[in-house]
């Protein structure tokens, strides 16, 4: 076997396993591409500020995927229509402030959980003397968001007399104008509408209820991506991340 041969069979090979090197890279980087889903109208969790998407699950989702190595390409669609996003394969996984139960977790799997929550009622100033609990808006009628827990909260209260709209401060904008006596909703939420230009008028009612988890969901099919979601995670809370996060948009220890 000549010199030349040899030379010409090592230039090949390195050829090649450079080749296969680029297709492996290649493979990598398209494997670490994520397309997550949120809504952008409920404020802290997720909303937008002059065009850019921010709020907690955006912070938290964007240093998950720093965690996983993984670009985050995300995609905004209305709530109730996150988890068939996830089930037609449309998104690789969601994070819009999900509350963990038992009817969504037969159609996808729930992260661990990253922050517990419980929900109150807002209802005009006018009448603080009218409704001073919880229990004083049964039969009521009640605004709250598309498809989210509050809303099926609402429906214990006042059956067949829930007002439902696709996002919260839609719901906030009825009950001022008189078209419901109360909001239900994440008290983070609440409180972050108070605060703001426009609440005038409204108030919450002090009745914490029903505390529940919050988690990012992914399709039952993906249980590797899960169990990167959930290594990410436990990451971000052992590094500090988290609670630095957790900080900027609620000023408190976290839970």
């Not at 905004?76 to 402030?97: E, K, N, V």
Request: aromatic share 10%.
């Amino acid at each position: 076997m000549s010199f030349a041969h040899n030379v010409r069979t090592l230039f090949c090979a390195s050829v090649l396993s450079l080749s296969a090197l680029g297709v492996a890279q290649a493979a990598d980087e398209e494997a670490m591409q994520l397309r997550v889903g949120t809504e952008s109208a409920y404020a802290p969790f997720e909303f937008t500020d002059n065009g850019t998407l921010t709020g907690f699950d955006i912070d938290l989702m964007n240093a998950v995927g720093e965690a996983m190595g993984a670009e985050v390409e995300w995609v905004q669609m209305s709530f109730d229509g996150l988890i068939p996003a996830l089930l037609t394969s449309q998104l690789d996984m969601a994070i819009a402030s999900f509350t963990v139960t038992e009817e969504r977790a037969k159609r996808i799997n729930f992260s661990d959980p990253y922050y517990r929550s419980g929900v109150t009622f807002v209802i005009r100033e006018s009448d603080k003397d009218k409704y001073t609990t919880a229990e004083s808006l049964k039969g009521q009628r009640i605004c709250a968001q598309l498809g989210s827990v509050s809303a099926m909260k609402a429906e214990t209260f006042s059956p067949g007399n829930v007002a439902t709209f696709n996002d919260a401060y839609a719901s906030y904008l009825e009950l001022k104008s008189g078209g419901c006596e109360a909001v239900l909703n994440d008290r983070p939420v609440n409180l972050f509408f108070m605060a703001s230009k426009g609440s005038d008028g409204l108030v919450e009612i002090d009745d914490l209820m029903d505390a529940e988890d919050m988690a990012m969901v992914v399709p039952k099919n993906n249980p590797e991506l899960l169990q990167k979601v959930n290594a990410a995670l436990k990451t971000i809370r052992d590094n500090g991340t988290y609670q630095k996060i957790y900080d900027k948009w609620f000023k408190q220890a976290a839970k």
